[in-house]
């Protein structure tokens, strides 16, 4: 078998951890949606997601004045608003209009859930020691929301360089210990 090395700045597109979120932000009278896909889960109960943000995005700003979000997970019929939304900046263009996404209001935080996506998961940050560095923010899912219409949706992932998975097959394997 041979195997060629692997530029390390292409590391990442064959670990991303899950399904590409779209992130909505409430500050003041500010709101923001951006699409991101390097987030990983840390904890079980309660429910701890790490997330990691450019201090370049104007959703960064508006995570680190308001300490929530809601992480809203999108399924395939999305992908062209999930792209739309990753290339272009909420500061020179109101998403929520231009990608005609319905906001609703959450129960636990400010920032907007949206309507078009399967699952609504609403979050505090709750650990901010990693920002200043590595961009890693910490979030406590306090309240989440899955719509029932559909059993298992297909979600996607994203690859790097315009290249998405969607979700496949599923298998079920036994998960007791032996």
Not at 16 to 32: D, H, I, R, S, Y
Not at 93 to 118: I, R, W
Request: aromatic fraction near 8%; glycine fraction near 6%.
């Amino acid at each position: 078998m041979v195997k060629k090395l692997i530029p390390l700045s292409e590391v990442y597109r064959l670990l991303e951890p899950g399904p590409v979120v779209l992130v909505t932000t409430c500050f003041k009278n500010e709101t923001n949606v951006m699409a991101m896909s390097w987030h990983m889960m840390i904890d079980f109960v309660p429910p701890l997601v790490g997330c990691v943000m450019s201090d370049q995005n104007y959703s960064y700003r508006l995570l680190e004045s308001s300490g929530e979000c809601v992480l809203n997970i999108p399924t395939v019929e999305l992908i062209h608003t999930v792209v739309g939304v990753g290339n272009c900046s909420g500061e020179t263009c109101n998403k929520f209009e231009k990608f005609h996404l319905t906001q609703e209001p959450a129960s636990q935080v400010k920032a907007p859930l949206l309507k078009e996506c399967y699952v609504n998961l609403e979050c505090k940050v709750i650990d901010t020691s990693l920002v200043k560095k590595y961009g890693l923010f910490i979030l406590e899912v306090v309240k989440g929301w899955v719509r029932t219409t559909r059993k298992r949706p297909l979600t996607i992932h994203h690859c790097g360089k315009g290249n998405f998975v969607v979700d496949g097959k599923m298998m079920k394997l036994p998960s007791e210990k032996l």
